[in-house]
């Protein structure tokens, strides 16, 4: 049985997009609890050469969008650096402050 590229690239991207909503809604509530602006974890690098999370969510995201338009025979578009934050990323930053 012949089973398509595409059923295997799109579950696996869709489930670890997920798990990083997941993860990026778990820094929501840790920064919420810890009474802390959570763009503090948004532009936070566990390394001092690494790039800021904002920028690594937005890399898998262009990563799982030009893979799947690849495999679909689409154009990709070029990624832009002064994108708008992903869905997770703006519901973080929009995060009251009560500090």
């Known amino acids: 049985m012949k089973i398509p590229m595409h059923a295997f690239s799109v ?3 869709a ?10 809604e778990k820094g929501l509530a840790h ?3 810890r009474k802390f602006e959570p763009g503090v974890l948004l532009a936070a690098r ?3 050469d690494m ?3 904002t920028r690594q969510v937005q890399i898998a995201c262009d990563i ?4 799947v338009a690849r495999l679909a025979a689409r ?3 070029a990624s832009r650096t002064t994108r708008p934050p992903s ?3 703006a519901r973080a930053s929009r995060a009251p402050s009560t500090t």
Not at 64 to 67: F, M, Y
């Open 11 to 13: 579950e696996v991207f």
């Open 15 to 24: 489930n670890t997009l997920g798990n990083l909503s997941r993860v990026l």
């Open 31 to 33: 920064a919420t609890l």
């Open 46 to 48: 566990l390394a001092p």
């Open 51 to 53: 790039l800021p999370l």
């Open 64 to 67: 799982a969008k030009n893979s």
């Open 75 to 77: 154009s990709r578009r």
């Open 87 to 89: 869905s997770s990323c």
